[in-house]
C-alpha cells in the first residue's frame, strides 16, 4: 500500500541531485531532482500520514507547523535559486509519485523554459515602505477634552492628521514604486500586509517586489539608498535577494 | 532601516508566507489542498486565543499596542468569547463539504 508521496518545490534549469544532496527540506527530509528534458523538478519524497489531503488540511491550521515548514518551502527554493534558474511552486504542492511530477514536467516543459529565459541572471528584491508622519501636534491635545464637543474637535483634527499622513505616504510610495520600477526587469505591488499579523508598528503603504539583474543590483540598492536618506528612519524596509515567488505565472502553466 | 541591510536581510514570517501560500508557480497535485482556506486573519484570531506567549516568541505582540484590547478595559473571558464564534463564523464560511479522501474541487484563484 503506497504510504509516501513526491512534494515538489520548484522547477529549475537543469541540475543534480549531488547539487542539492546537503539540503534538507519540508519535515527535515532528504531533497533530490527529477530531471525532464530542459527542466528539473526540485523533490522530497514526503510520507502520506502527514501530506494526505486531511493530514495536510489540519497542518496547515496550525500555525507552528504551517511557519516551519514555510520556512523550510523558502529554504531550499532558496538553495536552489543560488545554484540555477529557479520558478518557485507555492507551497503543498503533492503528487502521488515521481512518475506523476515527470508528467506534470512534460506538460508545462515549453512554458517553463520560455519562463525559466525571462528569469535567468535576476533575482526578486522586496520593498516594503511604511507611513511615518511626523508626531501631530501637541496645540490643543494636552490637556483631556472636558466636553464632548471638545473631545469630537481632538479626534476630527487627529483623524485628519492621520488621514493627511496617508495622503502624503501614498503619493510618496508611489514615487518610490516609480524610480524602483526603472532599474528592474518587472515590478509588483501586493496588498499590503495585515498591520494586525506583522506586528509592524506603522500602517503600510507600500509592498512590492522587483525582479532585478544582477547587473543591476549596485544601481537598484543605490535608488534604494537615496530614497531611505531622504525619508525618516524606518520608513523602508528592503528584503532580498529572493528567488522570484511573484514574477512566475500565477495560473496553472 | 537607516542605511541598507546587507544581502540576505531576515525576513519576517509574514514575508515568507505571503510568498510560499499566495505567490509562485500553482501547479495542480494529486493532493488537493486550498492554501486559502488560511485565511491570515483568521490566524491571528487564534493566536490570541491559543497562546500569547507563543505568538510573543515568534515576535508578534501586536495586541499589546493596541488600545482595544488592553487588559482591565475589556474582560477577557467576554474577548475570548467573542473571538471563538467569530474564528467559528470564519470556517463555517470556508468550510469545504468533502470530509473523505477523495479529490475534493479545485482550488480556486482569488484576486
Known amino acids: 500500500m503506497r504510504t509516501t508521496a513526491t512534494y515538489l518545490y520548484a522547477i529549475t534549469r537543469p541540475i543534480s541531485s549531488a547539487e542539492v544532496s546537503e539540503l534538507r527540506g519540508v519535515g527535515g527530509t532528504a531533497v533530490r531532482v527529477i530531471a525532464h528534458r530542459e527542466i528539473a523538478g526540485l523533490v522530497s519524497t514526503v510520507e502520506l500520514s502527514d501530506f494526505a489531503e486531511q493530514a495536510l488540511a489540519a497542518h496547515l491550521e496550525d500555525l507552528d507547523w504551517l511557519a516551519r515548514t514555510a520556512r523550510e518551502h523558502d529554504e531550499v527554493v532558496r538553495a536552489a535559486a543560488r545554484i540555477a534558474t529557479t520558478m518557485p511552486l507555492r507551497m503543498a504542492t503533492v503528487c502521488l509519485d515521481d512518475d506523476a511530477v515527470h508528467t506534470r514536467l512534460e506538460t508545462l516543459s515549453h512554458s517553463a523554459v520560455a519562463v525559466l529565459s525571462e528569469l535567468d541572471g535576476c533575482d526578486e528584491w522586496g520593498v516594503k515602505m511604511f507611513a511615518i508622519g511626523p508626531p501631530p501636534s501637541t496645540e490643543g491635545t494636552t490637556a483631556e477634552p472636558s466636553t464632548g464637543t471638545a473631545y469630537l474637535t481632538q479626534r476630527r483634527r487627529q483623524l485628519a492628521h492621520r488621514d493627511s499622513t496617508r495622503e502624503t505616504a501614498a503619493h510618496d510610495a508611489g514615487a518610490a514604486f516609480a524610480r524602483l520600477s526603472k532599474v528592474a526587469v518587472a515590478s509588483r505591488q501586493h496588498r499590503p500586509q495585515d498591520q494586525r499579523l506583522s506586528g509592524a508598528e506603522h500602517p503600510m503603504v507600500l509592498n512590492a517586489a522587483f525582479l532585478v539583474t544582477r547587473q543591476d543590483e549596485d544601481a537598484f540598492r543605490a535608488v534604494m539608498t537615496d530614497l531611505v536618506e531622504q525619508s525618516p528612519p524606518d520608513a523602508f524596509a528592503l528584503t532580498g535577494p529572493w528567488p522570484p515567488y511573484s514574477f512566475v505565472p500565477s495560473e496553472d502553466l | ?111
Open chain 2, 1 to 111: 532601516m537607516t542605511s541598507l541591510p546587507a544581502r540576505q536581510d531576515a525576513s519576517t514570517l509574514a514575508d515568507v508566507l505571503e510568498r510560499v501560500l499566495d505567490k509562485g508557480l500553482v501547479i495542480a497535485g494529486d493532493i488537493r489542498v486550498n492554501l486559502l482556506d488560511i485565511e491570515l486573519l483568521t490566524i491571528k484570531i487564534r493566536l490570541l486565543i491559543a497562546s500569547v506567549d507563543k505568538a510573543r516568541e515568534m515576535g508578534i505582540d501586536w495586541w499589546e499596542h493596541d488600545p482595544t484590547l488592553s487588559v482591565g478595559q475589556r474582560d477577557i473571558a467576554e474577548e475570548n468569547r467573542a473571538l471563538r464564534s467569530r474564528v467559528a463564523e470564519l470556517e463555517a464560511a470556508s468550510h469545504r463539504p468533502a470530509q473523505n479522501e477523495a479529490a475534493s474541487p479545485q482550488a480556486q484563484e482569488h484576486e
